[in-house]
């Protein structure tokens, strides 16, 4: 085949909704080299065929892969149908999956190149390497020289500056509508044995200048969401205070994903983040376990009461989508230290918790760590860790699932709101649910929405006031004007829904009738009313709108 020396950057990500940021800077810097470059999006969820035929038909002479665990086996399988079809053609690997153990990434690809590291310093040299048939003494290279493996170490982009402006007319049209990942600054202060971050020591940090200008610039575009990728948005507190006070003065819709440290907090930041817009910025913060021996062992020293005390207040502020962390298996962490963490966190009512399990990834520390046992292939996650045999991992598994199908669906906020905080040990309702799924024979994945509320329903049978609350939320939640029969609560007549209407909202009345419910419940003994606008959603929750009435 004939190919021109065009590269294609190929980005394999793990929804259609994401984009991957690290091609377009690559993409700018071999441009600005005098080399002709484009960058190739597809996600694991295509066809193979129909991603090798896109690749292959590009006629390029140089393929590149941005590597991950979620793309590493099926770029792995490209990469030898390729060479299959043609030896010729140059594939380049790079990324956090191929940066730690080049020598299986060589074996397994079939590639002729190992980028290792930052590529920004690396990615010109190598292409120029290929069309002259030299590689350059860099670091950050990998490869194979007349049967001999030829490693220049890890590369590190020291100066920031350097990095080109990734977010042009080209990536906006070709990511349009997707979620955008930003990155103001690189490394992490902290040495946590999970995280590739500590794999290079120190932040290094974009200028403030240049953040601003570069968001102004994004915001162009109108995206739905910006995620920014620093590992720890507070690191340099003075700075999040002056990032946040510039987001929240934003005239803008797009929302802000920030990864914080929450037992770091200071007052001014948790001052600063209760006076934002609603819905212009979510938390996404590590809590990861609440005993203090198991955070010394994974390296992220932290006071749990301090950082769980901050995310309170930032909760009962109302104005941000708020994400927990935990991580199941970390060093120590038994079966009953992890269900105590559970309980601690979960009583601040997150709008999400996450219960991760520990992922041994390539280059990090968890590696070095005695006594654990994890799948072969990506994500690397646990099996059996030091604390924990298999059978109390898989265990807390099947509590993930429900805690993620059931509670992190913000369907139910409120009947979780009580349950939670009358019960002694909230892990054990989320527990026996599962069991109750699993005596049932009843899967998570494909449960229906009625179906989850009758599961509860039934979970919760000698309970009037959690089955009204769930008749309450499922109003919430879903533009109806009929309440499953397992579900407590009345739905107001129409002549009396509309009498009310014209009666408190005259000029209005026809157009409410249409788009709104009104309903009845006995909480705590009493009859409240409530009226549900399927007009308007909380740009937090994601839920409707309601008010109490009286009728």
Wanted: net charge negative; aromatic share 12%; with cysteine.
């Amino acid at each position: 085949m004939q190919y021109s020396d065009r590269v294609l950057l190929v980005s394999i990500n793990s929804k259609y909704i994401q984009s991957n940021t690290a091609v377009y800077y690559l993409h700018e810097i071999i441009k600005s080299g005098g080399i002709d470059s484009l960058v190739l999006t597809h996600n694991i969820n295509e066809d193979f065929h129909d991603i090798l035929s896109s690749i292959m038909g590009f006629g390029s002479g140089i393929v590149c892969f941005s590597c991950y665990i979620w793309n590493i086996s099926l770029i792995y399988d490209l990469c030898r149908t390729m060479r299959c079809i043609d030896e010729d053609i140059k594939i380049v690997l790079g990324g956090p999956e191929v940066s730690f153990e080049p020598e299986e990434a060589l074996e397994k690809s079939n590639a002729d190149l190992i980028i290792r590291g930052e590529g920004e310093t690396v990615i010109l040299g190598a292409i120029k390497g290929f069309l002259c048939g030299n590689f350059p003494n860099i670091p950050g290279l990998y490869y194979k020289n007349e049967n001999k493996l030829i490693d220049t170490g890890y590369a590190v982009t020291e100066n920031l500056s350097d990095v080109p402006f990734p977010f042009t007319r080209y990536m906006m049209e070709q990511e349009k509508d997707k979620l955008l990942y930003y990155e103001s600054s690189r490394g992490c202060p902290y040495n946590c044995i999970y995280c590739l971050s500590s794999a290079t020591k120190g932040v290094r940090y974009f200028s403030l200048d240049r953040v601003k200008n570069e968001i102004l610039k994004i915001l162009e575009y109108k995206p739905k969401v910006i995620k920014f990728t620093d590992r720890s948005f507070n690191s340099d507190y003075q700075r999040a205070v002056l990032l946040l006070d510039f987001i929240g003065s934003l005239r803008s819709k797009t929302c802000f994903h920030l990864e914080i440290y929450p037992g770091e907090m200071n007052e001014a930041m948790i001052s600063m983040l209760g006076r934002m817009p609603e819905g212009r910025v979510q938390i996404e913060a590590g809590i990861q376990s609440t005993d203090d021996e198991v955070l010394r062992a994974s390296g992220r020293p932290q006071d749990p009461g301090r950082a769980l005390g901050n995310l309170k207040r930032i909760m009962e502020n109302g104005n941000l989508h708020v994400h927990l962390d935990l991580i199941a298996g970390l060093p120590g962490d038994s079966r009953e230290s992890f269900e105590k963490s559970f309980n601690e966190t979960i009583a601040v009512l997150p709008h999400k918790l996450q219960m991760g399990f520990l992922k041994l990834l390539k280059g990090t520390k968890a590696r070095l760590t005695i006594g654990y046992k994890y799948t072969d292939n990506p994500p690397y996650e646990v099996l059996a860790s030091d604390s924990m045999n298999y059978l109390q991992i898989q265990g807390l598994r099947e509590v993930s699932r429900v805690l993620e199908s059931f509670y992190n669906s913000g369907h139910f906020r409120e009947y979780f709101s009580y349950s939670i905080t009358s019960s002694e040990n909230p892990f054990s309702i989320f527990e026996t649910i599962s069991r109750f799924m699993k005596e049932h024979d009843i899967s998570g994945s494909g449960i229906s929405r009625d179906a989850k509320y009758g599961i509860l329903a039934e979970f919760s049978k000698n309970d009037s006031k959690a089955l009204n609350l769930l008749g309450y939320d499922y109003l919430c939640s879903f533009r109806t004007k009929v309440l499953p029969s397992f579900l407590h609560g009345r739905i107001v007549g129409k002549e009396e829904t509309f009498d009310f209407l014209r009666k408190n909202f005259e000029g209005e009345a026809r157009q409410l009738f249409k788009s709104c419910t009104i309903a009845q419940f006995i909480i705590n003994e009493c009859k409240v009313t409530y009226l549900f606008d399927y007009t308007k959603r909380n740009p937090v929750t994601g839920i409707f709108y309601s008010m109490e009435v009286e009728i």
